[in-house]
């Protein structure tokens, strides 16, 4: 199975700084059709996971572009350029590229 | 557009079985993979498996293997998971999400085990 690898685990950020949450994965995402399988979801309290960012670095259409993924082969990034509060949750990563389908151990973000 | 809307919360006692339902619309149900994932109480996504609508076929992770069974009823374009014998560490809201790039996810439903 993939292993997916979250740091940090929690996070408190000011509103209006930058955030950002690391995923490394055990193997490569890239695929043979040159997409890289590594999704970002946000799940706020008390609701089921959104997706935020497809495809490593593909922002999902209405996700606000203060959000940006980056990365490839097996390191990827998630940042927030501006945290606001409604920011505020458990922040995943995804492989897709192999089963089963693996999770990191998500990340908690709070404001300071 | 697209939406999930999933059967509500279940209570069961061990060793019994529970059956979630997956509603889909506002998409061709045929043309993306139904995916389950689960989470317990304070921790994680785990996934669990998906069924092809169109063919059937299912993939399951390997812990589950044995105790659940995944179905699909195209003429209403619904999702079922059965999870049998079922443990306190089953405990959990289970989802149902759209395969493809997992845009749609369903509301969740909690099945609680408890003697």
């Known amino acids: 199975d993939i292993v997916m690898t979250q740091t940090p685990l929690s996070l408190s950020v000011t509103p209006g700084q930058p955030a950002s949450i690391s995923c490394k994965s055990s193997?490569?995402?890239?695929?043979?059709?040159?997409?890289?399988?590594l999704y970002w979801f946000l799940q706020k309290p008390g609701q089921s996971p959104q997706l935020l960012i497809k495809?490593?670095?593909n922002r999902f259409s209405g996700v606000p572009d203060r959000f940006s993924g980056s990365g490839s082969g097996t390191d990827f990034t998630l940042t927030i350029s501006r945290l606001e509060a409604e920011d505020v949750g458990i922040y995943y990563c995804?492989?897709?590229?192999?089963?089963?389908?693996?999770f990191g151990q998500g990340t908690r973000l709070e404001i300071k | 557009q697209a939406q999930l809307v999933q059967s509500g919360a279940e209570v069961k006692k061990p060793g019994a079985s529970v059956k979630v339902s997956c509603k889909t619309s506002?998409?061709?149900?045929?043309?993306?993979?139904t995916h389950w994932v689960r989470q317990a109480p304070g921790q994680g996504l785990e996934w669990m498996g998906w069924i092809n609508p169109k063919t059937g076929n299912t993939n399951f992770a390997q812990k589950f293997q044995g105790r659940v069974t995944m179905t699909t009823e195209v003429s209403k374009s619904t999702a079922y998971l059965e999870l049998r014998s079922l443990r306190f560490d089953d405990t959990a809201v289970y989802y149902c999400a759209r395969g493809g790039a997992y845009k749609v996810w369903g509301q969740g439903t909690l099945v609680t085990v408890s003697s």
């Open positions: 193997q490569s995402l890239l695929y043979s059709d040159g997409k890289t399988y």
């Open positions: 495809e490593a670095s």
């Open positions: 995804m492989q897709s590229i192999q089963v089963p389908i693996t």
């Open positions: 506002g998409y061709t149900f045929t043309d993306y993979h």
